[in-house]
């Protein structure tokens, strides 16, 4: 590995799958898995396409009923490329002896390439160099090369281009007993002699999506005279190109593609849209420049330098260009959201979460319109998440737990539980709580770029509605005069109902009521900010009343919190279950971090036991900073205790699993200031969570979308210790011995600043294009004001011992 390489020397059938993950190649509109080109869909390798918005449902019975599930759809297989010598079977790894083997992918332009030197069964000795990438210039187009050397022959050989679309959704073993065949064919169609295509149409959804592609052949830089041949079906495509190949003479053989589907702009229909632009594009050396450009643009906008610590630099770099393959320039024009999961698997089935709540931050302070864009995928579904709520019996908007192509709950009504064999009820629905990461995503969206201009189109009247809701579904209990919140989960998802019950949902999950009692304190401000005219219109538009107002204030002061041996209790009733003896089952098990799934393959309750899947009260501490706290719990009655928080940490520390990768990126989030190197050691943990595949075998469903944005998050936030306060950058560096170097590129209410650490020294510059002032940065109780293409240095206070371990 270099700073910029992810590199594996040899093949290994059982880590391919994972390694497709981890080098797949993305544009923020479509993202390809990196598999082997030459290799068909099976135990080994998964070729998967898959776009944002690309959805559809289909019903399965199970059990005598139907089962209605929406997935991402894995599209036609565009990768198609295999080699034959002389007539004799098509080159796999599997019938041929590989002699020399590597798979990289370089990270700073998303390309993933193959170097393989093998053997045939004639004696054959050949080097391919295989080459592609999605590009990040023209988001409906990717490239394929193959540089092809006989060594020790000369003779005649066959390609084979393709474009498959017979596939299915069935890279996640747990959801294969349900339906996973998601297209219908259109039509195949050539343009010219170099040019294949194939349209296909989601088989519910009814979209229409086409893929063309351009195969040529060059020696040196000329075109190569070649004969094909053409077979079709009604939903596959393909030619030969039959040519002669000399002894230590390299042939280059490049596919061009293009990918449309009827949901995008500025065409008359897919196959024809596809037909026209891959024949416009350039040959692959230039197209990869042309990208290659690009991304050396969104590297001097999101590039982490940590040169003391090589390892965490190259797997920060790693989580930076797979975020972007999933968030890029090319999302903002599209309707997406954040598939949990990115865009190369289709575990938890493509949609959109709670996650953005992780992901937001990075892109916040460097790339806020794509943010920005993506809020608009909750906007446009506020209508659906209203009339969610008029259905519950509700006000206002409630977003689902699982959002896919149009806002209603895709939540399954069971899922598979792998150790037992058994199919569950799901009750993961009652996680009410993704409203209110709505809600923080967009008021932290305005707080990092000042766009009053959202939040007075779009912004606020998600954020009042999602208000309108946490009233609505609270009520006031006159013994404790608090309002409470009931028969919902949190994010620990163990806990999902009372133990010896069958009604789903819990009471005062601490966290859901804490945030709630946060943005009855903040919906007030954000009607506040918006302009006299604006103010007036909406309140009349919501039919929001003065009494609605009044309730929203006092629920900011009387929202019930549970306590109890002096922390915050994550739901009430918690402290009165079950110890979880961890020593027993650490023993017995290899992995314990799915602690729910062991228990019932016992025949256990995990509802009746103090154990966690993953941060859940803890988050309130991840999410906002001390005084933020401080004045949410002095607002509640309770007076603050500054050392709060190390005891509910420590005491959930013990009782949860972390079975969500998530809960390594908030614990690490919470310790950085007490107990640093406990915080780095699960930084780590979370930076090698899906390049080290620690769930045992998730990753190659997908990569965790979370873990990586928050792992950047977890940079710039807990170790720069970046936050902001009144319209002011304040930063507050931990770890200083690891962070010595540290370099990165921040954007702060539309000003580029560029954030550096050296000894104890911290650098701020302002650069003077896009320069919009005043800008304030501070460090303590220091603050500068910076000018355009002006900087300013702090000295940082020396840490204690502890902090410099």
Same mark, same amino acid.
């Given at each position: 590995?270099?700073?910029?390489?992810?590199?594996?020397?040899?093949?290994? @059938?059982?880590?391919?799958?994972?390694?497709?993950?981890?080098?797949?190649?993305?544009?923020?509109?479509?993202?390809?898995?990196?598999?082997?080109?030459?290799?068909?869909?099976?135990?080994?390798?998964?070729?998967?396409?898959?776009?944002?918005?690309?959805?559809?449902?289909?019903?399965?019975?199970?059990? %005598?009923?139907?089962?209605?599930?929406?997935?991402?759809?894995?599209?036609?297989?565009?990768?198609?490329?295999?080699?034959?010598? #002389?007539?004799?079977?098509?080159?796999?790894?599997?019938?041929?002896?590989?002699?020399?083997?590597? !798979?990289?992918?370089? &990270? *700073?332009?998303?390309?993933?390439?193959?170097?393989?030197?093998?053997?045939?069964?004639?004696?054959?000795?050949?080097?391919?160099?295989?080459?592609?990438?999605?590009?990040?210039?023209?988001?409906?187009?990717?490239?394929?090369?193959?540089?092809?050397?006989?060594?020790?022959?000369?003779?005649?050989?066959?390609?084979?281009?393709? $474009?498959?679309?017979?596939?299915?959704?069935?890279?996640?073993?747990?959801?294969?007993?349900?339906?996973?065949?998601?297209?219908?064919?259109?039509?195949?169609?050539?343009?010219?002699?170099?040019?294949?295509?194939?349209?296909?149409?989601?088989?519910?959804?009814?979209?229409?999506?086409?893929?063309?592609?351009?195969?040529?052949?060059?020696?040196?830089?000329?075109?190569?005279?070649?004969?094909?041949?053409?077979?079709?079906?009604?939903?596959?495509?393909?030619?030969?190109?039959?040519?002669?190949?000399?002894?230590?003479?390299?042939?280059?053989?490049?596919?061009?593609? =293009?990918?449309?589907?009827?949901?995008?702009?500025?065409?008359?229909?897919?196959?024809?849209?596809?037909?026209?632009?891959?024949?416009?594009?350039?040959?692959?050396?230039?197209?990869?420049? #042309?990208?290659?450009?690009?991304?050396?643009?969104?590297?001097?906008?999101?590039?982490?330098?940590?040169?003391?610590?090589?390892?965490?630099?190259?797997?920060?770099?790693?989580?930076?260009?797979?975020?972007?393959?999933?968030?890029?320039? !090319?999302?903002?024009?599209?309707?997406?959201?954040?598939?949990?999961?990115?865009?190369?698997? #289709?575990?938890?089935?493509?949609?959109?979460?709670?996650?953005?709540?992780?992901?937001?931050?990075?892109?916040?302070?460097?790339?806020?319109?794509?943010?920005?864009?993506? $809020?608009?995928?909750?906007?446009?579904?506020?209508? #659906?998440?209203?009339?969610?709520?008029?259905?519950?019996?509700?006000?206002?908007?409630?977003?689902?737990?699982?959002?896919?192509?149009?806002?209603?709950?895709?939540?399954?009504?069971?899922?598979?539980?792998?150790? =037992?064999?058994?199919?569950? @009820?799901?009750?993961?629905?009652?996680?009410?709580?993704?409203?209110?990461?709505?809600?923080?995503?967009?008021?932290?969206?305005?707080?990092?770029?000042?766009?009053?201009?959202?939040?007075?189109?779009?912004?606020?009247?998600?954020?009042?509605?999602?208000?309108?809701?946490?009233?609505?579904?609270?009520?006031?209990?006159?013994?404790?005069?608090?309002?409470?919140?009931? %028969?919902?989960?949190?994010?620990?998802?163990?806990?999902?109902?009372?133990?010896?019950?069958?009604?789903?949902?819990?009471?005062?999950?601490?966290?859901?009521?804490?945030? &709630?009692?946060?943005?009855?304190?903040?919906?007030?401000?954000?009607?506040?900010?918006?302009?006299?005219?604006?103010?007036?219109?909406?309140?009349?538009?919501?039919?929001?009343?003065?009494?609605?107002?009044?309730?929203?204030?006092?629920?900011?002061?009387?929202?019930?919190?549970?306590?109890?041996?002096? &922390?915050?209790?994550?739901?009430?009733?918690?402290?009165?279950?079950?110890?979880?003896?961890?020593?027993?089952?650490?023993?017995?098990?290899?992995?314990?971090?799915?602690?729910?799934?062991?228990?019932?393959?016992?025949?256990?309750?995990?509802?009746?036991?103090?154990?966690?899947?993953?941060?859940?009260?803890?988050?309130?501490?991840?999410?906002?900073?001390?005084?933020?706290?401080?004045?949410?719990?002095?607002?509640?009655?309770?007076?603050?205790?500054?050392?709060?928080?190390?005891?509910?940490?420590?005491?959930?520390?013990?009782?949860?699993?972390?079975?969500?990768?998530?809960?390594?990126?908030?614990?690490? %989030?919470?310790?950085?200031?007490?107990?640093?190197?406990?915080?780095?050691?699960?930084?780590?943990?979370?930076?090698?969570?899906?390049?080290?595949?620690?769930?045992?075998?998730?990753?190659?469903?997908?990569?965790?979308?979370?873990?990586?944005?928050?792992?950047?998050?977890?940079?710039?936030?807990?170790?720069?210790?970046?936050?902001?306060?009144?319209?002011?950058?304040?930063?507050?560096?931990?770890?200083?011995?690891?962070?010595?170097?540290?370099?990165?590129?921040?954007?702060?209410?539309?000003?580029?600043?560029?954030?550096?650490?050296?000894?104890?020294?911290?650098?701020?510059?302002?650069?003077?294009?896009?320069? *919009?002032?005043?800008?304030?940065?501070?460090?303590?109780?220091?603050?500068?004001? $910076?000018?355009?293409?002006?900087?300013?240095?702090?000295?940082?206070?020396?840490?204690?011992?502890?902090?410099?371990?």
């Amino acid at each position: 590995m270099d700073d910029f390489t992810l590199s594996y020397d040899y093949f290994d @059938p059982d880590s391919e799958g994972l390694r497709e993950a981890l080098t797949s190649t993305g544009n923020g509109f479509f993202c390809t898995r990196g598999t082997a080109e030459w290799e068909d869909m099976g135990p080994v390798h998964y070729p998967g396409t898959y776009l944002h918005g690309g959805y559809n449902r289909e019903t399965t019975i199970f059990d %005598g009923r139907p089962v209605l599930n929406e997935d991402l759809v894995n599209l036609p297989n565009w990768l198609v490329l295999k080699l034959r010598i #002389e007539g004799e079977a098509a080159v796999r790894f599997g019938n041929v002896e590989v002699l020399d083997y590597r !798979h990289t992918y370089d &990270v *700073r332009s998303a390309v993933v390439q193959r170097d393989l030197r093998f053997r045939d069964r004639a004696g054959r000795e050949t080097t391919l160099r295989s080459r592609r990438f999605a590009s990040m210039v023209h988001s409906h187009q990717a490239a394929l090369e193959w540089t092809l050397v006989p060594e020790n022959w000369s003779g005649r050989v066959e390609v084979i281009t393709a $474009l498959d679309g017979r596939v299915t959704n069935r890279i996640v073993a747990r959801y294969r007993d349900l339906e996973g065949r998601h297209l219908d064919p259109v039509s195949p169609r050539t343009f010219g002699p170099e040019v294949i295509a194939l349209k296909v149409q989601t088989r519910q959804s009814n979209i229409y999506v086409a893929q063309a592609a351009r195969t040529r052949v060059f020696r040196g830089d000329e075109p190569a005279e070649v004969d094909r041949t053409l077979h079709q079906l009604d939903d596959y495509i393909q030619q030969i190109l039959v040519f002669d190949v000399e002894q230590g003479s390299p042939v280059r053989v490049e596919k061009m593609i =293009s990918l449309f589907t009827a949901q995008d702009n500025a065409i008359n229909e897919p196959l024809t849209a596809c037909g026209r632009h891959v024949r416009r594009y350039l040959d692959f050396p230039e197209a990869l420049a #042309e990208h290659e450009a690009a991304w050396t643009e969104l590297w001097d906008s999101c590039d982490v330098q940590l040169p003391r610590e090589p390892r965490a630099q190259l797997l920060l770099r790693l989580h930076v260009a797979h975020v972007l393959q999933v968030c890029s320039r !090319h999302t903002a024009r599209h309707d997406a959201g954040v598939p949990a999961r990115g865009l190369n698997g #289709e575990a938890y089935r493509g949609h959109v979460f709670w996650d953005e709540l992780y992901v937001y931050p990075f892109l916040n302070v460097r790339l806020p319109e794509i943010t920005r864009a993506l $809020l608009l995928y909750r906007y446009r579904r506020l209508a #659906e998440a209203r009339a969610a709520a008029t259905e519950a019996g509700h006000r206002g908007a409630m977003f689902p737990w699982q959002s896919g192509s149009d806002g209603t709950e895709e939540t399954q009504s069971v899922h598979l539980n792998p150790l =037992s064999g058994q199919w569950d @009820p799901d009750y993961s629905h009652h996680q009410r709580h993704v409203n209110a990461a709505i809600f923080y995503n967009v008021w932290r969206y305005y707080q990092a770029t000042d766009d009053l201009e959202f939040l007075r189109d779009y912004g606020a009247e998600m954020m009042l509605e999602i208000m309108r809701f946490w009233a609505s579904i609270a009520h006031y209990n006159p013994e404790r005069e608090r309002y409470e919140i009931h %028969g919902v989960m949190g994010p620990d998802e163990f806990h999902e109902r009372y133990p010896g019950t069958e009604k789903a949902g819990l009471r005062n999950n601490a966290y859901t009521n804490a945030m &709630v009692a946060w943005i009855a304190a903040t919906a007030p401000r954000v009607l506040d900010l918006l302009p006299p005219s604006r103010y007036t219109a909406m309140r009349a538009r919501l039919s929001l009343t003065d009494e609605e107002l009044r309730t929203w204030e006092d629920m900011s002061r009387r929202m019930y919190i549970p306590f109890h041996d002096g &922390v915050i209790t994550q739901f009430e009733g918690y402290a009165d279950l079950k110890e979880l003896d961890w020593d027993h089952y650490r023993a017995k098990y290899t992995n314990i971090q799915r602690m729910d799934r062991i228990l019932k393959a016992e025949g256990k309750d995990p509802n009746a036991y103090k154990v966690t899947k993953q941060a859940d009260a803890v988050m309130l501490f991840f999410l906002f900073g001390e005084d933020e706290l401080e004045e949410l719990f002095e607002r509640l009655g309770h007076a603050y205790d500054r050392d709060l928080a190390r005891r509910t940490i420590d005491y959930y520390d013990q009782r949860t699993s972390h079975g969500s990768t998530l809960s390594f990126v908030t614990y690490a %989030g919470v310790l950085a200031a007490l107990d640093p190197q406990s915080s780095w050691e699960r930084f780590m943990v979370a930076l090698e969570s899906d390049v080290s595949d620690i769930q045992g075998g998730t990753t190659k469903e997908g990569i965790h979308m979370g873990v990586m944005s928050g792992t950047l998050d977890l940079l710039q936030r807990s170790f720069v210790g970046s936050s902001i306060a009144d319209g002011v950058l304040y930063l507050e560096p931990q770890l200083l011995d690891r962070l010595d170097g540290v370099a990165l590129s921040m954007r702060f209410r539309g000003t580029a600043l560029r954030v550096s650490i050296q000894g104890d020294q911290l650098n701020v510059f302002a650069e003077a294009e896009g320069f *919009r002032g005043p800008m304030r940065v501070g460090v303590g109780g220091e603050v500068h004001e $910076l000018g355009p293409g002006s900087g300013c240095e702090f000295t940082l206070p020396p840490q204690s011992s502890s902090a410099q371990q």
